[in-house]
């Protein structure tokens, strides 16, 4: 398979570019927005770059009847360690944890007999090239609904359950099937400098999941900023859902901070005709059995994000 072909069932990138030893580099930031995430290094913010270059939510996705299917793969910056993982009809089959495969090498995943939709999950924090990808049998590549954009932090970006498989857009996205690009960031905020027009890019549906890294701010300038230029180049006709934080058991001086934060983002995205609003203390259980480290949800606390995320979307019709 060629990288041409292999970008036909490569999903969540915007963009893609092979390196001289034939290496395929996935982007989901326009060059103009990973150039002002380069200039934030001058103010200590390195891992904002590092993690906006990372293959969060990012997939290989196919109908095949081929009973295996292998690539190269290496990485090039790695945060925390979760996995590559295969699912064969919705149901996961296999899971390779980065803790025990070497920086650079190949994967072979074996299948069941038969026509199959099959979804590879590749690492979320980490970045990852991959070549030489084979599949020896027929394949068509898989069928998308709604482009969607997902904006967020290191909980949509993928922390927390360290399974790439396993984090609440992709638990919330097997239900849905939407065609996404996913813009989280580990320690990422309402910050307007990143949002930027992706030339060739118009998405059907905006979902924004952000504020728990700065539910302490003395104004809510930035999020009113944050609306502002997310309608101002996006207009208000395409439909834009805000998750409001969720539920931290870490919180220093107590709930109410992040309470009275929550409700001003709320009625800040709903001044919108076009913005519904989710109450995300209502996604996850209240309980640190739910959260990694009482702020991101671990693999139980993402499977019921994700569920519950889609019955949500579901109820109001987004």
């Not at 915007?14 to 326009?30: C, H, I, K, P, V």
């Not at 580990?186 to 030339?199: F, T, W």
């Not at 309470?259 to 259980?285: E, H, M, Q």
Request: aromatic residues 12%; proline residues 4%.
């Amino acid at each position: 398979m060629t990288n041409k072909e292999l970008q036909r069932i490569y999903f969540g990138a915007y963009s893609f570019r092979e390196t001289e030893d034939g290496w395929l580099r996935a982007f989901q930031y326009s060059k103009e927005q990973m150039d002002y995430f380069e200039s934030c290094i001058a103010k200590g913010l390195d891992f904002w770059y590092d993690r906006c270059m990372a293959t969060s939510a990012k997939t290989l996705e196919m109908a095949t009847d081929a009973g295996t299917i292998s690539f190269e793969y290496r990485f090039i910056w790695m945060g925390s360690q979760d996995s590559f993982e295969l699912a064969v009809n919705g149901l996961i089959t296999e899971i390779r944890y980065v803790k025990d495969l070497p920086e650079e090498g190949k994967l072979i995943w074996h299948l069941p007999e038969g026509k199959k939709d099959v979804v590879i999950y590749l690492p979320a924090d980490a970045t990852v090239l991959i070549r030489n990808c084979e599949i020896d049998g027929s394949w068509t590549p898989a069928e998308k609904n709604e482009k969607v954009l997902w904006l967020g932090d290191s909980i949509t970006q993928g922390y927390g359950p360290l399974r790439a498989a396993m984090t609440y857009v992709s638990v919330a996205n097997r239900l849905l099937n939407y065609d996404i690009i996913n813009q989280g960031i580990g320690g990422y905020i309402y910050d307007k400098n990143s949002l930027l027009k992706m030339n060739g890019y118009t998405p059907d549906k905006i979902i924004v999941a952000l504020g728990t890294n700065q539910f302490g701010c003395d104004t809510m300038k930035d999020v009113e900023e944050y609306y502002e230029t997310l309608i101002g180049i996006y207009g208000d006709r395409i439909p834009i859902l805000c998750i409001t934080p969720l539920w931290r058991g870490d919180v220093p001086d107590g709930p109410p901070t992040l309470t009275r934060f929550c409700k001003n983002v709320a009625d800040i995205a709903g001044r919108y005709s076009n913005v519904k609003v989710i109450d995300g203390f209502r996604l996850v259980p209240h309980l640190p059995e739910y959260f990694r480290d009482n702020l991101h949800p671990n693999e139980l606390g993402a499977e019921v994000y994700g569920r519950n995320l889609v019955e949500e979307i579901r109820k109001i019709g987004f």
